[in-house]
């Protein structure tokens, strides 16, 4: 029975202390997505992009949370856009980069005395850019270009407010992806530029407690 009691009160005692952890699956969705790039100082938005990721995160005195979190971000491919560079045209095609950001992520619960519950959140990170994109060029004169990208890591952040509801997650936030990037022709590189990707994401989750 002395043992019993112990081993109960030891399975207690960790059931105690594991309180207040939590994991997040989460879905996003963005809108306004664009790669902010300097070659030809040109902005391209991009089309249909998303991401599927998961956090941990440990409760914290005063309504905080800190955690970690990691994602797969698809960027999307450049939409066709024409611009202009002194007495020529040129529209622009393809897709540069998708992350995986690796982040630390800190919310702000307004608890009160309802079941939804609003939130502030703030994620810092290290974006790993995966350079596996190409860029066309189309000439006015009817000539083609096609540039190899080779992004590099770089910074990533995201601030936003969501509500949670019995576990249930939603949110909006505004997340940025950083990146220099060569643009390769035939191995050799013809430019380089920095390639930052900016959008206002609307996210989905849900979270689990233990």
């Known amino acids: 029975m002395r043992k019993f009691l112990l081993v109960a009160g030891l399975l207690a005692s960790m059931a105690v202390y594991a309180e207040g952890n939590k994991v997040e699956v989460r879905a996003g969705f963005d809108f306004g997505s664009t790669f902010q790039h300097n070659y030809y100082d040109v902005s391209e938005d991009a089309k249909f992009s998303y991401e599927l990721g998961a956090e941990y995160r440990r409760e914290l005195p005063y309504n905080f949370e800190l955690g970690v979190g ?31 950001p690796l982040y630390v992520t800190g919310r702000y619960n307004f608890k009160n005395s309802s079941e939804i519950t609003p939130y502030v959140k703030v994620n810092l990170g290290y974006s790993i850019n995966m350079n596996d994109g190409t860029m066309k060029l189309k000439y006015n004169d009817g000539s083609e270009t096609n540039l190899d990208v080779d992004a590099k890591n770089g910074f990533y952040y995201g601030v936003g407010a ?22 390769k022709q035939n191995g050799r590189t013809v430019e380089s530029s920095s ?7 609307l996210g989905l989750g849900y979270t689990f407690g233990f």
Not at 195 to 201: G, L
């Open 70 to 100: 990691l994602a797969y971000q698809d960027h999307g491919k450049l939409k066709s856009k024409s611009n202009y560079r002194g007495s020529y045209s040129y529209t622009t095609e393809g897709d540069l980069y998708d992350s995986i």
């Open 162 to 183: 969501g509500v949670t509801y019995k576990g249930f997650v939603a949110d909006l936030s505004y997340q940025a992806n950083y990146s220099d990037v060569d643009f």
């Open 195 to 201: 390639a930052d990707f900016n959008r206002v994401t």
